[in-house]
């Protein structure tokens, strides 16, 4: 299985960014594809997650109404659109993909069998 994230950078304070996610090398129907992110000095924590076949989705306190993930089943491909990005949104997002986890489980990293490289997306303010 690989994850590669892409579509970080810099942003000014209220901007937008989306970043992406390719996964390849079996079907994810049965996974939950997860949006993590890690500032300096911090612990990695959750963003957003989605199960793959049904799209139901799920969201840190603080990103709700303003990011959103999203899958493109045909190309593979999980979306993080961000919107209103403030200064302490700043951090490296990875992507991570987890088997049949209950939602309880979603939140922690230690839950996702695989990771992406990480995309680091500045805000400044």
């Known amino acids: 299985v690989q994850l590669q994230a892409s579509g970080g950078g810099l942003v000014q304070a209220g901007g937008s960014l989306r970043l992406s996610c390719a996964a390849s090398g079996r079907t994810f129907s049965d996974y939950v594809m997860g949006w993590f992110r890690q500032a300096p000095g911090k612990e990695r924590e959750f963003v957003a997650a989605?199960?793959?076949?049904?799209?139901?989705?799920y969201y840190a306190d603080s990103v709700k109404g303003r990011f959103t993930i999203s899958r493109d089943n045909a190309k593979n491909m999980v979306y993080l659109q961000m919107s209103s990005l403030k200064p302490e949104d700043t951090a490296v997002y990875y992507c991570?993909?987890?088997?049949?986890?209950?939602?309880?489980?979603?939140?922690?990293?230690?839950?996702?069998?695989?990771w992406g490289q990480g995309t680091q997306v500045t805000v400044s303010s």
């Open positions: 989605i199960r793959w076949s049904a799209g139901t989705t």
């Open positions: 991570a993909a987890a088997l049949r986890i209950i939602v309880s489980m979603m939140r922690l990293p230690s839950s996702y069998d695989y």
